[in-house]
């Protein structure tokens, strides 16, 4: 008996050292301690054992049961090692390989607008302030001489917000930062300043976009004329849309300025000779402006008889799409790749494929 158990228990390491894989040894533990097992069975059979060899026997079978465990407790820990170290090995990230690029996006063309009338105007001295998209009726309204149920209000039919405590709404009109300058200048002293940025208004058919971009420019001083006025927006168009460019005014009417004058440019497409796109009048009407009225001077606390200052507010969109070509408005605002893509400049370092 004890010979068949030395036999069988070297046979078993033997066995177990040789084992390469999890399920080797899962195989191995099914041929001895499964339910017909080597082992299981040696443990049966004693009851076919003579009663005084029966301790003998249990302490065989003992010994054999637990040298299979240890070493199969052993082989495991070394087997699951091994696959840990493998699986590492197999992961292991090579950093000589050549990275993936980054897609990195462009630009969008409005912000590149956005930014070269920003320069444009700094180097003629000017600030830039932005204002909060989310502004109070005074602001967008009653400090720019619409008082509350003024007719004019309506053309800017607009989103309200409201809490418990006050209602807001979303800007209309970059005018409001004319409102927030003037106030915030506590001196009331002279003001050079743009407004870029993004207003809201309930519009909303091919042409027209609940969204758009708008700057606005003020300008506070003593001895300011509609000169300052003309000779200003004469040069930035012509900087924006080229030396031949010309401008002339149109009288019109905004209640926050007095006079008011609408502002149109040659055609950039004919130049002035008459196509489809100026419907063959040869201009182009792009900018409302006009001298601040008295009434919005006073209200943000300026005096009228000392101070005067011009006003003027652009659609960014229109200088986008005249600069760079585009046709349909909408595509501004769909952000297809594709589109946006076209204005990424290698200088800009955009890894647009
Ligand atoms: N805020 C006006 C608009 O949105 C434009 C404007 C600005 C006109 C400043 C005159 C002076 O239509």
């Not at 008996?1 to 070297?10: A, G, H, Q, S, V």
Request: glycine share 8%; net charge negative.
């Amino acid at each position: 008996m004890k010979d068949k158990i030395e036999l069988l228990t070297k046979e078993l390491i033997k066995k177990l050292d040789n084992v390469e894989s999890i399920k080797e040894l899962n195989d191995l533990k099914v041929e001895y301690m499964g339910k017909k097992g080597i082992i299981t069975e040696l443990q049966s059979g004693i009851k076919d054992v003579a009663k005084e060899d029966k301790k003998e026997y249990g302490m065989n079978v003992n010994i054999i049961r637990n040298t299979f465990n240890e070493n199969y407790d052993k082989q495991l820990t070394r087997l699951k090692e091994m696959e840990i170290s493998k699986k590492i090995e197999e992961e292991r990230i090579d950093v000589t390989l050549p990275s993936k690029r980054i897609r990195q996006g462009s630009k969008h063309p409005m912000t590149r607008i956005q930014e070269e009338l920003e320069d444009l105007f700094v180097a003629m001295g000017y600030d830039v302030y932005d204002g909060p998209e989310i502004e109070t009726d005074e602001n967008c309204f009653q400090k720019l001489n619409l008082p509350l149920g003024h007719p004019a209000r309506d053309s800017q039919d607009t989103f309200y917000l409201e809490n418990e405590y006050e209602a807001y709404l979303l800007r209309t009109q970059t005018s409001t930062g004319q409102v927030r300058v003037m106030e915030a200048n506590k001196e009331k002293g002279p003001i050079r300043v743009v407004c870029p940025g993004k207003v809201y208004r309930r519009d909303d058919d091919a042409t027209h976009s609940h969204q758009f971009m708008q700057m606005e420019g003020l300008v506070i001083d003593k001895n300011v004329s509609m000169a300052d006025l003309k000779g200003t927006l004469s040069t930035f168009c012509k900087k924006l849309l080229g030396e031949k460019t010309d401008i002339r005014f149109r009288p019109s009417y905004f209640p926050f300025t007095e006079p008011s004058v609408e502002v149109d440019v040659t055609c950039f497409k004919c130049g002035g000779a008459g196509c489809s796109l100026c419907k063959q009048t040869g201009w182009i009407e792009v900018l409302g402006a006009g001298m601040v009225h008295p009434n919005v001077l006073k209200m943000s606390g300026y005096d009228p008889e000392k101070y005067q200052g011009f006003a003027f507010g652009t659609g960014l969109d229109r200088f986008a799409m005249f600069r760079f070509g585009i046709t349909d408005i909408r595509t501004l605002y769909g952000n297809d790749v594709r589109f946006l893509n076209q204005f990424a400049r290698k200088d800009e370092n955009n890894e647009v494929k």
